[in-house]
């Protein structure tokens, strides 16, 4: 089974869950950065895995405007998604149904919620700034590698 991983990141992170996810599948997918291909070839594969950062509730444009846009070819395709984000998985459901068409959604085999980071070295000084004000005093968000794991082993049974 080919598999693609299609994503799209801000600042990094969902790059690097992507890289672990392929990592830990069974067999070697091809990673696409949609902003770099924003028309990757779905015939080739036969599972597809999409993934996305949110920011201030908004997954990246490009990856919502890339599954709308593919939404019949992907239906066909053993699916999976997953959000990597700083607020906690407490919104991980709302954020999923903003963001993504129900009938997506619903075709996807497994949903991951993946945490986040904050890699300040990738964002504007606007960007920084706010985020240093908003997170002061807050615990730090991460990378939850036990939920990659448990993805992977949903996506793959």
């Known amino acids: 089974m080919k598999t693609a991983i299609i994503y799209s990141t801000w600042s990094g992170t969902v790059e690097k869950c992507a890289s672990e996810i392929s990592k830990k599948l069974s067999e070697e997918p091809e990673i696409i950065n949609i902003k770099k291909d924003p028309s990757p070839k779905l015939k080739e594969f036969d599972a597809v895995i999409v993934g996305a950062s949110i920011r ?15 939404l019949e070819d992907l239906k066909s395709k053993k699916l999976g998604v997953f959000l990597c984000m700083g607020s906690g998985e407490e919104n991980f459901g709302e954020y999923l149904s903003q963001n993504f068409p129900k009938e997506f959604l619903d075709n996807c085999k497994t949903k991951g919620f993946f945490g986040g980071e904050f890699n300040l070295e990738r964002l504007g000084f606007l960007s920084r700034m706010m985020l240093k004000t908003a997170s002061k005093g807050k615990p730090q968000p991460h990378i939850a590698s036990s939920n990659i794991d448990k993805f992977v082993k949903n996506f793959e049974a």
């Open 56 to 70: 201030i509730g908004k997954a990246n444009k490009e990856i919502t405007e890339f599954v709308r846009r593919n």
